[in-house]
């Protein structure tokens, strides 16, 4: 079950014609994809559309009602492979993932069905994770789609324009026989509005239809000399029937066209900041009446070459804005205005940052050093907005591992393990154990890609008196890591350490089951040992530790396999289930019990502030999110000392800490007993009557010398 | 053109704390009352206990319907361009200054002032947090207007969630054009946790319109009172010498540590050693922090002590406190202990456990025993008796190897504070505080033990007071001791 529950939110997917949908953006994009007749939808979970994947798991009823067949991708790749479908058929097909990681994985088999092309429509959507708050590297989908000639979609980022982009996209991939790609930023996924519904439409080809009549056309394939015949068909027959439907149905937007003689060109994902800066500078109102013409490219790629010059036509000068670098749109049109000779200016990344995102400020700034140049703005210097510097440094708030959460135990052992036996090299992945290279772990010398945490310790193989390490989560080991990391190990003969922190989901993008994971799934197959899938490509030395709180197992099991004498790769499986999905679980069922009188103990850790001497091993070594800090009680002292939420899950890792560190005594773990039974209340009042009278005593001598 | 303008709100929050349940409020809010919402989000990986931001635009129907087009609304917010900024917590608030999303012209900002630690200010091995008060202040002066109080108390009291109290004080503060009922209407359309939302959400609410509550009076020293016991009341007579009252407050607060952790003639040696700084000629200052901690010092904490603190009445009725035992459920406490052989030894009279820590075979039979850290339930009979049996070695303490060894250091110490007392008080003052580094248990006082020792060598050299000071830093500087071996040899 994942993180976020769509099952109410879904319900909105069975509005009908005239209806007003309001909700989310990936919501609505699934709407979309019903009121498009979609026959198939697959993909990869990653922000910021994992959510996509949830909403689509959630609905899963309603997919079915309407015949759309849906597919949790192993990976990437596959969830492009699957637009084979539509290759032969006239199935329109949708796949999602996240840019550009996702589309890195994927480009294999995105380059092989832009080659042949598609009968139906092929839509991909990509979520976008650039700038704030990114966890990935910063890079444009725009280069896939140009490298493999993919259409590119960037519409402006409110519901209804999002909505008629995924419409629009079929009928642009049938119309030239491309798959099509949209963009959706991140505050676009995520953003909360509205638009007037549609009725779902079934397809009217079927995959069962497919199965029992095949077809195939061998000119389809990337074979020579097909492959070769592929990219003359794609610039003579696909270009141009995609700028006839793009120029046809008007999907490039012309506002204010003959305003003026400057023009600023935007893409469709940036014109709502574009236009509140404008507005802001007295350009234009809220409601997008602007006194400076706007082009607006709802379609990334291609460029129309012929709207460029009419919008550009009688123009003094252009300001293109194009987030994100290099400048590819910013390079074509120059090229379209210098191959026609056109007179007009075109300024981007010389007036607007050449990298980075564009934010409002950034957009502002660009915009008014635009306008003051061409005289639209006077000289004089607009108020401008200063950055307070804080009282206080403002600290940064990386993230980190949530309460309770069994992969902190394994960075733990770790941590512990270095002071025996040395620091190691450690080859990280991607997911939420990632978290172990920022404080206070500080581990983990690099990370090459999704399960690639095995791989990225490769060459590391020689002979030396220290092994590395590779750590890989379940959901980057299913994703591939089984084949290019365990695999890989057993073929090169590697004697490098594998952990594979096993938390019974994808974790971090949101706690989706994945092959072992243990939760019952009604339409998923899980269950599948990680343990048997290593075991099964051929590692002998396999340990798995299946309580990864207990730190000294956890310890032992690394210790062992770093010290052993066995040559060929180990691997331990660290195993406790995602702490969050446990709590999501667990909560509500313990209420239920507590309020039917059943007997439930609830765990918590504490801290004795008056033992407590603010020296924060604790915290050093793990850095839960329940475990902080106080000011001191004590008026001798002034360093704060370390206290426990109430948050605490009781997961036991502070306990085994200050056992295995040789910490401090001032940890305490409390068992709260609702509805205690009998036996509980007859100890009690026994155990109160004898410690209590000791208690009493000690606190009489105590207040004979208190002062 | 129209000049009509979305109402602007941005939400700061740590990931997990609700502002996304806030958003979706206001969202709510402004739907249901004649308003168009946007609202959106950058989650990700900020979900996991990072900062994330909120942002919502609300827009009246009624404008759109008069121009007869639909608002372009923004997807993030433009700096000086906010007209309400609620934070989750103090720091939050001061990042939204920081990016320029409040400003004294036009925005609202409502705020907790609780403050939730960054991980660089929890895991110092001292002191890292940052300096609340300036934030505070700096928050304050920042906006049109402030609404700020400590919502997380407030919503621990009302049972329910921060952004509760933050939706309350929203309300309350009257920034955005709708009614208490229509507030209320919207958490009612929620419904998960109604009654602890409504009773958080109107108490903030009332707070808000009532304006800031004036400060508490600040809380005075604990008292000197009631009938004494003669003993005691020579102790403080002796402290009373003529110093300045701080100093005299911090000698009998020291005083009363003593008397806790041992006797009143433990306490007597205690003024014996601060006279006989005082007679070396040491300034005040250097006075009040040698009382300070010299007391940390002699109350050092040895096992019979954490034994003697674990097993008190008051010490059980805190954790009742702290966990949050409701009446009807029953609580057992476990505590976690790992005394080593060095503990064992030291708690032993001095030959006896100078013997041991030298002998064969008894000290690796006890190795053994205290291998792995031990369990120790204090509520139940057997695990109150074990510490309750430790705890009463108290009056032995004074033979223990362990108070030789400590009263050995603490002498040294005081020498050498002597030692340069009159003629460089600076120098006094910073050998005085680098007791700061001798505490804890086991391997942390270990690590602190050594790096004390360093430092010793140092001062005993010749240094400047600004050079020991930098060099205690670096000692807290890390674990490993790093910082302070590359600062020992920058100084050589």
Redesign the interface.
Known sequence: MAERSFAEGVKKLRLGDGDVF?GEGILAVTKALLESGVAYVAGYQG??ISHLMDVLSDAQDILAEQGVHFENSANEATAAATLAASVNYPLRGAVTFKSTVGTNVASDALANLASGGVTGGALIIVGE?NG????IMQERSHAFAMKSQIWLLDPR??LPSIVKAVKLGFELSEASRTPVMLQLR???C?????FVASANQRSKFTLRQAMENPQRDSSRIVLPPASFQHEQEKLQQRWPAAVDFIVKHQINEFIAEHAGDLGIIVQGGS???V???LE?LGQ??????S?LPIYVMNVAYPVVSAEVLRFCSGKRAVLLVEEGQPNFIEQNIASILRSAGASAALHGKDMLAPAGEY???EL?RGLRVFLTRYGQLPPAPH?V??????????????????TGCPERPIFTAMKLLEREIGVHHVSADIG?HL?SI???FNLGNTTMGYGLGAAGASALNATADKRVIGVMGDGGFWHNGLTSGIANAVFNRSDNLTVIVDNSYTA?TGGQDILSSTADNTSRSTGHAIERAVRGVGVDWVRTVDNTYDL?AMKAALKDALTTKVKGPKVVVAQSECMLNRQRREKPLQRQRVAAGERVVRE?F?V?A??C?????C??LS?C?S???MPNPD??????VTTVL?SCVGCGL??EV????????S??????????GRI??WR?R??GA???W???R??AQ?A???? | MDSAQPIKIAILALGGEGGGVLADWIVDLGEHNGFIAQATSVPGVAQRTGATLYYVELFPQAAADAAGAAPVLALMPLPGDVDIVLASELMEASRAIQRSLVTAQRTTLITSTHRVYSIAEKSALGDGRADAAALLAQTRAAALRFVGHDMAQAADAAGSVISAVLLGSLAGSGALPFTRAQFEATIARGGVGLAPSLKAFGAAFERAQRGEAPAPPPTAPAPVGGALHPQVQALLARAAQGDSDQVTAMIVEGLRRLVDYQDTAYAGLYLDRIDALRSAGASAEVLRETARHLALWMSYEDTIRVADLKTRGTRFERVQGEVKVQPGQLLAINEYMHPRLQEVAETLPAGLGRWLLASGWPRRLVERLVARGHVVQTSSLRGFAQLWLVASLRRWRRSSLRYQLEQQRIEDWLAEVRRVAAADPALALEIVRCQRLVKGYGDTYERGLHHFGLLREAWQVRIAPARLAALRDAALADDSGQALRAALQAGA
């Open positions: 309001r922000a910021p994770d704030e708050r990114s966890s980022p409110d991140i505050r676009a995520h953003v909360h509005g509205r014109f709502n900041s236009l509140r800066v802001r234009a109102d809220v409601f997008g009446r006194q934010t409002a400020a502002l108020p907005i200063e950055i307070q510097p804080a009282a206080a440094p403002v600290q940064a708030r990386p993230p980190g591992f949530c939420c978290f920022l404080p206070p971090a000294v918590r504490g004795d008056d033992t001497t603010g020296d924060h091993s915290i050093r850095g999110p475990l902080t800090i008026p001798l002292r002034s360093d704060p109430d502070c306990g200050a056992h295995a560190a040789v910490l401090c005594p940890f305490y773990r409390a068992q709260i007993v609702s509805n205690p509980d209340r009690q026994l155990r004898v410690i209590g000791l208690q009493r000690g606190a105590r004979r010398w208190a002062f």
